[in-house]
């Protein structure tokens, strides 16, 4: 085994023959190699020749959580985030976007305090109100349509298909 130490008697690095090497920062113990890969103690910031850039292949996951309980991954062919835990994956954002692949068109929107708005091809179909909610288009009801106030009701009667016999009101 090699030491090496600083003035004193306080040891930076540390490597053992045929095994490990440990590497300290003021007594501590930051970094060591195992059988496995490495392991870190605090902080790890990456840096590499392409700015901002951390590349891990196919199936190798970003894990969070003593059980791995969050991961962030490539599968070859989709993008997860999976969530496998106790408790519930929280998305927290006063005004969250899910946007296509592209990052052209938005799919769907959620605004703090405002609507939460779902879209095709970019164009709101469905978005909540401070009165309710509002479809734009044809809305396909299969089953039973229950309200309790018949006092507002505009119905077109053009759209009812030849099947349907009769409405409910």
Avoid: W
Avoid at 48 to 75: A, C, F, Q, T, W
Avoid at 77 to 84: A, E, G, Q
């Amino acid at each position: 085994d090699v030491y090496k130490r600083q003035a004193g008697t306080q040891v930076m690095a540390n490597f053992i023959n045929g095994g490990a090497v440990n590497l300290f920062h003021a007594g501590v113990n930051r970094f060591k190699t195992t059988s496995t890969g490495a392991v870190v103690t605090g902080i790890l910031t990456a840096t590499s020749m392409e700015p901002s850039k951390i590349n891990l292949g196919d199936n190798e996951r970003i894990s969070v959580g003593l059980s791995s309980d969050l991961s962030i991954y490539h599968d070859g062919n989709h993008s997860r985030i999976v969530d496998s835990g106790t408790g519930h994956l929280f998305i927290h954002g006063s005004n969250t976007q899910f946007l296509n692949a592209a990052g052209s068109e938005t799919i769907a929107k959620f605004t703090e305090n405002g609507p939460c708005e779902l879209r095709h091809n970019n164009d709101i179909k469905f978005a909540t109100t401070n009165a309710g909610a509002k479809v734009t288009g044809d809305l396909e009801i299969t089953g039973v349509l229950t309200y309790e106030d018949v006092t507002n009701v505009a119905v077109s009667y053009t759209h009812l298909r030849a099947h349907e016999t009769s409405l409910h009101l």
